[in-house]
């Protein structure tokens, strides 16, 4: 124990000023370039069409990564004298002190690491964590923080993906499939249901006309549901798709004489 204590001890004896100087002034560069490539690369981003914006977007925790790696070989060195036995000591230490100090820190930041080797979730995709949907427009060494609809930010710690099912919209692509859905008489034929619905998605001035056009129905006890799936062009304007889906579906049923029922009240509402 004596033995290990000045080991550690002469790790710390041997720091000159000079050394210590020099790893400061390096972290700083390193901080300042993480913050310049931070804000450079979102503010591209936003100038780029949709799949060259999730690309860009992306390279955002992996340059974190790269420059912490390359901070962390340059001021080692200067502050240790680095032997497999020292850097052994070093991070078995360290790796105790952490522990015990910050284990919710480092059991959220180790699944950062994780986050970005697996990619659950990148930056720009459409993602729901529990019961909170939105872009991630960050993904931080402890947390991703996710835009909902409601342009609330949410900070989630990366350590839910340990517990938790994440449900990716479009896992790294440029769009994601939207759903309008209507509650049609049961009673009514299925004859050109389809059609229709299909001519009120070629219409919409937000389709991607490169995905398909799916309508599927489903029978239930208060009517027969209809699904309207569809690709919007812009993976941003999926709200506004589902809403003129909704909305020109609507009146296309209604127009056609078939009656949209609403669903039976509950008991004691």
Not at 244 to 265: K, S, Y
């Amino acid at each position: 124990m004596e033995d290990r204590a000045d080991q550690i001890r002469s790790l710390f004896e041997d720091f000159g000023t000079w050394n210590i100087l020099q790893a400061v002034t390096i972290a700083v560069l390193f901080i300042l370039l993480y913050k310049l490539v931070k804000i450079a690369l979102p503010r591209l981003a936003e100038l780029l069409p949709t799949n060259l914006r999730i690309m860009v977007l992306n390279a955002v925790p992996l340059a974190r990564i790269v420059l912490m790696l390359a901070a962390l070989l340059l001021i080692i060195p200067l502050l240790f004298d680095v032997t497999v036995e020292n850097l052994v000591l070093i991070l078995g230490t360290i790796g105790v002190a952490l522990g015990f100090a910050l284990k919710d820190f480092a059991t959220s930041a180790f699944a950062g690491l994780v986050a970005v080797y697996e990619k659950p979730y990148r930056s720009g995709d459409w993602v729901r964590i529990g019961d909170d949907y939105g872009e991630v427009i960050e993904i931080g060494l402890r947390a991703v923080e996710l835009r909902t609809a409601d342009d609330d930010v949410v900070t989630i710690p990366h350590s839910r993906i340990w517990s938790e099912n994440i449900i990716n919209s479009n896992n790294g692509e440029n769009t994601l499939m939207c759903v309008a859905e209507f509650l049609i008489d049961p009673g009514r034929r299925a004859d050109g249901i389809s059609d229709l619905l299909k001519d009120v998605a070629l219409t919409s001035p937000f389709l991607d006309w490169e995905r398909p056009i799916v309508v599927v129905m489903r029978n239930e006890s208060c009517g027969t549901r209809v699904l309207l799936r569809a690709y919007p062009f812009e993976i941003r304007d999926q709200f506004a798709f589902i809403s003129d889906l909704t909305a020109r579906g609507r009146d296309a049923l209604v127009g056609a004489g078939i009656r949209i029922v609403r669903m039976p009240e509950l008991a004691g509402e």
